[in-house]
């Protein structure tokens, strides 16, 4: 079984909108080792005025976590980052210096919603760069500012941003027109990581083991291998987060 890399999941409990519970937290878990996930990095929401908890609080429930993963039979690794909303709270954490990033890299998780525009887009992509850090753009298939525009996307990898898609968008779960504009970006390898976004084992569960077939199908071993095991491992352990992007390595 292929080891599978996910950079983007809300399995801690209690802290965002992903598992609900310590129950659901563990099942989760269970499903993304039988998926053949190794290597996992937790990634609860930072949002003003939405999801607001504390780091530290966090930083409990994912030492609970590692102690329940490190039962599994082959090793699975954990890391902890967050996924940080574009907005005011953000900014204070960039100004303080105080991001949580993937690994021992400069990468950060960054998402937007649904009303930013695209010049807002680009403008924190050059304020989370000064600031010394390199953006992972979250669910890039999602945002109605980007969708349709290969040429904006593309602008946005060579300003030095990486592009995270969703597993489910691929496998059609947000509906035909989301699926159709990522396999579009697929194609024309403007993504370089894919990851679950799982949020509780029903609603929103992990479906890695099932995109990485589809993908190597339709994308070709080699990227299909990029998107979920190779970029990620580079984005977890490149100190420097600005190394060169291409189809095939970040
Ligand atoms: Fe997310």
Known sequence: MTKIVDLHCHILPYVDDGALRTEESEELLDMLYRQGVRILCATPHLRKGMFETPDGEIQVQFDELRMRAAQY??????FLSREYHC?????ERLNAGNVLCFGRGRTVLIEFSYHHTYEA?????DDVQARGYCPLIAHVERYPAL???LEKVST???KGAKIQMNAGSILGREGFRQSMWSKRLLKEGLVHVVASDSHDPENRPPELDACFHFLRKKVGDAYAMALLRENPVQILTTIEGDSPLCKQSV
């Open 87 to 91: 907005d005011d709270l953000f900014r």
């Open 73 to 78: 039979e082959e090793r699975m690794l954990l």
């Open 147 to 149: 969708s349709g525009s």
């Open 121 to 125: 887009i680009l403008s924190w992509i």
């Open 156 to 158: 946005l990898i060579q």
